[in-house]
């Protein structure tokens, strides 16, 4: 396979204005008739039209109404090459594609007998040949031609233009996109389908309809993805002026899907897993995941669709915005100051659980790479999240409002362009008059950087010095760094834990000194001078996570203690308990891998004291407090270690977990007790936030395994009348001994049967489980109910497990590996872009103790060898072992 570079782009040789489609929709046999209109590019120096292609079979092929000679064009391996067009061309294309034989999923597909299409980023050209790169951008026309009793819905982009029977049992519907787009945002649906709608207002008082999409039987599940979506479009229309350009918005949902959902102009695809919902089958977390996948690709529309982007390697433009516009978009819809800062804390457990370790391993690119294999394979949590922190130290160095500046030139300039990350960083250069230059690092650059604190008090001068050092790692390809240009946050505390007004030696000290300053730190090492500090101050430094950087800062115990009692910045109160507990566990890993009697008689005084402080402090919020008390992830330890036992990680995590739910027994009860709502569910951020914690006790209580703790989880089983509460009940039976466990299961399955998200969670729970090894994951497989097919499903089992499921994907058999070698062989064939997603799961191999190094490496060699591969999992393979 051949890999792409970013400094090969160069611009198409010809433009294409518009696009009419006509589809004769069979699930046996598709044919596709496409006509464009194209002119030359002046920009561009090639003489030949090169059209993407894949999987299609070409019926016609017709240049300004003349059928091609076979000396006129070339057909190559994904290509279609038309030689020495005229200046102006009509292209005539009919092609022929089969939608129920892709198991890929990407183009044309099939779903539970209807069609839908997913083309992001290279699925258009498995529809028709075609320019398939997003900086071609034309207007679309669509006709879609169907069965009419099968088919009775017919979608596509923008507009409904006209619709009508054919007479023979078929009838069309034909669809115009006012907009010009790039052929990764088509879209069309044809099936059976349902439709919750509603009209809503705008604020300029024009009304929309908006329509979420579902199979039969499903409507009662649509009401949370449609109030997400109105809060959405308000949300964009008050926090960045930014109104829906359509006159109709279309969700639909489809429960074969490989990733969460698609932001198509005016017909966004998504995966059923984020629009379906109700108390009885969708946990909080599916409720708060809906309300921020669908911000996020309606945020999209101008962000991806409005303004789009160049090339593949500028992905992380949409992207890493769209991401930053939903978490704040979710975040503000919480509202309160802890509910910030709680989506603040969850949005950075995901970067370092998944981002870090991806930063440091094989797979390393920057947020803008400059070279890929497989685009699919760069869908990654770098260019989303790590991109998403890139985009929020804009606003951390520039203000909001200086924020909403460089939005706004942003838009003003390239509104119906494709450009780059480059241009959107010169818009929030040009907006605030800031230079941004160094800034650019942050996209060329791949690694976590390093920041470590040094302090010095001068009690005489009343002065405060803090040197701030940074590093970064080499990764692949990069083996030197250059500074990059971190903002960090910081505030003082004094020893009562109050706020010391901050005044930098170098400016002049206002009357009205601020508690929080973002220092600038853009060179190898920077000292800044704080005046007027009464006494020696505790540091809390990169509050808010101001960067996305490791923080190597020295705390005596006590201080981190103080810190997580008095820190006004939520975020490192948050830290400081984290810091603290992963001390512990660093240092407890150590024993045990020299003495495995080490955890027996475990006391942990500090530890177990400052829980048990944040515990029981009624002022804070229950969610919040949920967080302070969930140890940091078996993952999140192992990236700390330089070489990875990941038995010694659980054994102490457990070990720990089991101390901190036997001193803690009665407070934990409290908290049980004192969070049990009574009434109607919600799913509030409030009112989640209780269920939080309370499941956080059980979750405890459990470790116990005794007979209390089992009639807890039991009686909260029983009685639960909302999915959160029964998942949380049964993964507390499902993890030890109760002896209702085995009848929970069962009975669950019975009464969820016919809803497959929760038969997506009953396989994960079990995936999970501490007893569930690879004997059981394959139990699991033989199940009627499982299919690799379906990518959710394969996720739910095979994922959780080798993802979610440390100490038994790592058996020191080898057997984890094995069964990982045999499913990424099996869905290679399937579908490679899963396929691929699960080949990653060994990235951090060469960190484990030597054994399971040896394995792990023979696993991803048994893959290497196993016959002709996908470009996607070859690519994440090859990586691994180089
Ligand atoms: N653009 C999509 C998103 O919103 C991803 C696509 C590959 C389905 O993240």
New binding site residues.
Partial sequence: PQTIYRKDYTPPAYWVDTVEMGFDLDPAETRVATRMTMRRNPDSRARNLLLHGEGLQLAQLRVNGKALGPRAYALGQGTLEIFNPPQNVVLEIETVIKPDQNTSLMGLYVSNGNFFT?C??EGFRKITYFPDRPDVMARYTVMLRADKERYPVLLSNGNLIDQGDLGDGRHYATWEDPFKKPSYLFALVAGNLVCHEETYRLQSGREVLLQVWVEEGNLDKTQHAMESLKNSIRWDEERFGLELDLDRFMIVAVGDF??????NKGLNIFNTKYVLANPRIATDADFANIES?VG??YF?NWT?NRVTCRDWFQLSL??GL?VFRDQEFSADMIGTDTGRAVKRIEDVRVLRQAQFPEDAGPMAHPVRPDSYVEI?NF?TVTI?EKGSEVVRMYQTLLGKDGFRKGMDLYFQRHDGQAVTCDDFRAAMADANGRDLTQFELWYSQAGTPRVKVETRYDAIGKQYEMTLSQSCPPTPGEESKQPFHIPVAVGLLDAAGRDIPLRLAASGAGPDAPTTLVLELTRDKQTFVFTHVPERPVPSVLRDFSAPVILDIDYADEELAFLMAHDSDAFNRWEAGQRLAMRRMLALTEQVEADPAALQNLDEPMLVDSFRATLNDEALDPAFRELALTLPSETIIAEQMAVVNPQAIHAVRRALRRLLAQQLRLDWRVAYEGNRDAGPYSPDASAAGRRGLKNLALGYLAELDDTESHLLAQSQYDNANNMTDRMAALAALANGGAPGREDALAGFYDEFKDEALVVDKWFTLQAMARNTDVAAVRALMSHPAFTLKNPNRARSLIFSFCNGNPPQFHATDGSGYGFWAESVIALNRINPQVAARLARSLDRWRKFTPPLRAMMQDALRQVARSGPLSKDVHEVITKSLA
């Fill in positions: 997913q992001e980023a490989n990733m969460g959902a698609m932001e996948v996020h690709e999209h991806g949409k992207e769209t699919n869908y989303y």
